[in-house]
Antibody, heavy 118, light 108 residues
Framework: EVQLVESGGGLIQPGGSLRLSCAAS????????MSWVRQAPGKGLEWVSV???????YYADSVKGRFTISRDASKNTLYLQMNGLRVEDTAIYYC????????????WGNGTAVAVSS | EIVMTQSPVTLSVSPGERATLSCRAS??????LAWYQQKPGQAPRLLIY???IRATGIPARFSGRGSGTEFILTISSLQSEDFAVYYC??????????FGGGTKVEIK
């Protein structure tokens, strides 16, 4: 069964760092495009970052220079390192698998909650 | 950045009725448009991709149409489990990938 399970969220003070993990099963993370998408409380969906199968990475302007997406093939896991966290980064963070056929997200994890507050 | 605008923000529909949701792009996205359903406390679920292709396991009452800048998601006969928020996503000109603001389909 294809599945994504996020972990690593929590309560963190502004300026702090957190690393989110997304463990995949049923497919190989490094063979796919993988994205992180977030949703602030009561708000819509916001794309955060992508890592291509070839390793190229891109970020939303709102997180560029602060967040880093990566993966570990041996653990079949996707990561999001978040530094310099701001109150406005408070959200549920979802990882999602992308298919290159019309470049859409076809499999989503259940999300992990990040709260940035003093 | 392509801006996606969904309308209406809220749609009140009775069970069994048809629901028509709109998504407009600020510039052409071809057919690179997907629709997602999200229920409270749950992750988004893929409904439609390529503007009109139903994802695996999605009931036939969900249909998508459109290309370029105007897209429609139709739910032909609303079931109780269809009351949710629906988002469109463009993937024609990215990064960034951009979502619409969502349409909440509520019980009338």
């Amino acid at each position: 069964e294809v599945q994504l399970v996020e972990s690593g969220g929590g309560l963190i003070q502004p300026g702090g760092s957190l690393r989110l993990s997304c463990a995949a099963s049923g497919f190989t993370v490094s063979d796919k495009y993988m994205s992180w998408v977030r949703q602030a409380p009561g708000k819509g969906l916001e794309w955060v970052s992508v890592i291509y199968s070839g390793g190229t990475t891109y970020y939303a302007d709102s997180v560029k220079g602060r967040f880093t997406i990566s993966r570990d093939a041996s653990k079949n896991t996707l990561y999001l390192q978040m530094n310099g966290l701001r109150v406005e980064d408070t959200a549920i963070y979802y990882c999602a698998r992308m298919t290159v056929y019309y470049y859409h997200m076809d499999v989503w994890g259940n999300g992990t909650a990040v709260a940035v507050s003093s | 950045e392509i801006v996606m605008t969904q309308s209406p923000v809220t749609l009140s529909v009775s069970p069994g009725e048809r629901a028509t949701l709109s998504c407009r792009a600020s510039q052409s996205v071809g057919s690179n448009l997907a629709w997602y359903q999200q229920k409270p406390g749950q992750a988004p679920r893929l409904l439609i991709y390529g503007a009109y292709i139903r994802a695996t396991g999605i009931p036939a009452r969900f249909s998508g149409r459109g290309s370029g800048t105007e897209f429609i998601l139709t739910i032909s006969s609303l079931q109780s489990e269809d009351f949710a928020v629906y988002y469109c996503l463009q993937s024609n000109n990215w990064p960034p990938l951009t979502f619409g603001g969502g349409t909440k389909v509520e019980i009338k």
